[in-house]
Every structure is written in structure tokens, then in C-alpha cells.
């Protein structure tokens, strides 16, 4: 997917991921529960390609642009996989593997179709973008082929491995909120309360047993 609006692709999915949860009886407490495992690598590896890929760097990154990506692309990848266990993250990463070898298969671009561009009705990029229109990309059907709607805001193109990823957080916030269980509060009987096994406090602090 061209640029950081990855990020907004993967916020549909959030909100997808939200609706259908509340919808299947869900609570959003649920969420307060997950246990997510190097989330600073992983916020890390996302912030550098917002940075990179801002009109200011872009322009000025040159050689260093696809290193940087495939870097923290792979940081990425590798707090993910930290995060195994939790129900969801095979997809999550299984998308993020199928970005990742589209990405360094064509030397740290990731191919974007002209014809999904024509689609959004934009041209290639002028400056450095992790996305490039390549005249014969390596693992094509793992590259960015399609289009969302122009309808849809910030529609963008995307690939297999960008579903995967979405279908992934999706599934991992529905059945957080799903799993979510109140914390119950037991109400004593007036006969097991602590005055009535104890008895009464007599004036000089000392308790009266019951019999």
C-alpha cells in the first residue's frame, strides 16, 4: 500500500473489528486485556515510515529509502511474531510476511499496478515512495493490485498481504471482546457477615462469641 495511509487501511479494520465485537455481544473491557508484546518496536518501525515517507524526507532520503523501509518493515514483522498467542496475529503475520517479500524481492519497493492507480486516478510517484510501477514485478500477485473504491475515504491500493493484516487486527479486537468476563462481587448472607461470625465488640474491645 503506498505511503503511511497503510495506517488508515488498518484503521478500517479497527472499526470493523469494533462493530462486529459489540455486535456479537462483545465489550470493549476486553480490550484492556491484551497483553501485547514489544509494542514500542513495533510503534517504532511504524513512526519511521510515517517520517519517511513525508514529502520533506522522501525527497531528500535517496539510497536510503528502501533500506530503511525493508528495516522497519522487518521490526515490524518481528514484534508481531512476539505476539503469536494471541488469536488473530497468525494472519497479521502471515500479511505482514507476504508484504515483506514483495518488498525486498523488488529491491525494497513495494510494485503498485498501473491499472489500480488509474483506478484511484493518480500517477506514479515522483519522489521516493515504498511504492513503484514495475514493468515486470517479482511475486506480482503479492504486490499492490487493487483498488478501493474512490468513494471510500482515503482509498488507496492494497495487496493480499494488506487484507490478511486487516482481516487479522479485526479478528484479535472481536474476540478480545469477546473473551471480556466482569469481575463478579459476592454478596454475603446477613449470617456470614463478619459481625455475625465474630458477634459484638463489648466496651473494652474484646469480642463476644456466638455459642
Same mark, same amino acid.
Given at each position: 500500500?503506498?505511503d503511511?495511509?497503510?495506517?488508515?487501511f488498518? =484503521?478500517?479494520?479497527v472499526?470493523?473489528g469494533?462493530?462486529v465485537g459489540?455486535?456479537?455481544?462483545?465489550?470493549l473491557g476486553g =480490550?484492556?486485556?491484551?497483553?501485547?508484546?514489544w509494542?514500542? +518496536?513495533?510503534?517504532a @518501525?511504524?513512526l $519511521?515510515?510515517?517520517v519517511l515517507?513525508?514529502?520533506?524526507?522522501?525527497q531528500?532520503?535517496?539510497?536510503?529509502g528502501?533500506?530503511?523501509?525493508?528495516?522497519?518493515?522487518?521490526? +515490524?514483522?518481528?514484534a508481531?511474531?512476539?505476539?503469536l498467542?494471541?488469536?488473530?496475529?497468525?494472519?497479521?503475520?502471515?500479511?505482514? $510476511?507476504?508484504?515483506?517479500a514483495a518488498?525486498?524481492?523488488n529491491? @525494497?519497493f *513495494?510494485? $503498485?499496478?498501473?491499472?489500480?492507480?488509474?483506478?484511484?486516478?493518480?500517477?506514479p510517484?515522483?519522489i521516493?515512495s515504498?511504492?513503484?510501477?514495475?514493468?515486470?514485478p517479482?511475486?506480482?500477485?503479492? !504486490?499492490?493490485i487493487?483498488?478501493?473504491?474512490?468513494f471510500?475515504p482515503?482509498?488507496? $491500493?492494497?495487496?493480499?498481504g494488506?487484507?490478511l493484516?486487516?482481516?487479522?487486527v479485526?479478528a484479535?479486537?472481536?474476540?478480545a *471482546?469477546r473473551s471480556? !468476563?466482569p469481575?463478579?462481587?459476592?454478596?454475603l448472607?446477613?449470617s456470614?457477615a463478619?459481625?455475625?461470625?465474630? @458477634?459484638?465488640v463489648?466496651a473494652?474491645?474484646s469480642?463476644?462469641?456466638?455459642v
Open positions: 500500500m503506498t503511511h495511509l497503510v495506517a488508515m488498518l =484503521l478500517y479494520a472499526i470493523a469494533l462493530v459489540l455486535a456479537l455481544g462483545g465489550r =480490550l484492556a486485556e491484551l497483553r501485547f508484546r509494542s514500542g +518496536v513495533m510503534l @518501525g511504524l $519511521v515510515q510515517v515517507f513525508t514529502d520533506f524526507v522522501a531528500r532520503v535517496g539510497g536510503l528502501p533500506p530503511i523501509y525493508v528495516v522497519s518493515t522487518a521490526a +515490524v514483522l518481528v508481531v511474531l512476539r505476539n498467542a494471541i488469536p488473530g496475529m497468525p494472519l497479521v503475520v502471515a500479511g505482514a $510476511v507476504s508484504n515483506l518488498i525486498v524481492a529491491g @525494497g *513495494m510494485p $503498485v499496478s498501473s491499472g489500480a492507480l488509474a483506478a484511484l486516478g493518480r500517477s510517484a515522483t521516493y515504498n511504492s513503484a510501477v514495475v514493468a515486470d517479482a511475486l506480482w500477485p503479492l !504486490t499492490d487493487f483498488a478501493l473504491p474512490r471510500i482515503f482509498a488507496n $491500493v492494497f495487496s493480499v494488506d487484507v493484516l486487516a482481516v487479522g479485526a484479535a479486537i472481536v474476540v *471482546m471480556w !468476563t469481575t463478579a462481587t459476592v454478596d448472607p446477613s456470614l463478619p459481625e455475625a461470625l465474630m @458477634g459484638p463489648r473494652d474491645n469480642v463476644e462469641r456466638p
